[in-house]
Nanobody, 118 residues
């Protein structure tokens, strides 16, 4: 499975941004797709996940109420819709996939940088 993340950029506080994660290859084997982020000097952290077939979602507390993770199965794409962005959301965002709820994420895309600044 190959993942391609895109959509990052510079946005003002309070603004919105939508990231895309396009999957290719053995997408039929994907169980869940997740978004993670890593801010400068910090460890990578979980943001949100969605199951590939059922659409069940989960969010980090920092994302609840502001971010959503819709998917388009026909396009093999998962999005991260980010609203009411804060400077603390500045990070490199990564999408990842795994084939079972019991395994680690074993497919990772290249990150896309999101900068929230005025």
């Amino acid at each position: 499975v190959q993942l391609q993340a895109s959509g990052g950029g510079l946005v003002q506080p309070g603004g919105s941004l939508r990231l895309s994660c396009a999957a290719s290859g053995r997408t039929f084997s994907v169980y869940v797709v997740g978004w993670f982020r890593q801010a400068p000097g910090k460890e990578r952290e979980f943001v949100a996940t969605i199951t590939w077939s059922g659409g069940t979602t989960a969010y980090a507390d920092s994302a609840k109420g502001r971010f959503t993770i819709p998917r388009d199965n026909a396009m093999n794409t998962v999005y991260l819709q980010m609203n009411t962005l804060k400077p603390g959301d500045t990070a490199v965002y990564y999408c990842a996939a795994k084939e079972s709820r019991y395994t680690n994420y074993n497919y990772w895309g290249r990150g896309t940088l999101v900068t929230v600044s005025s």
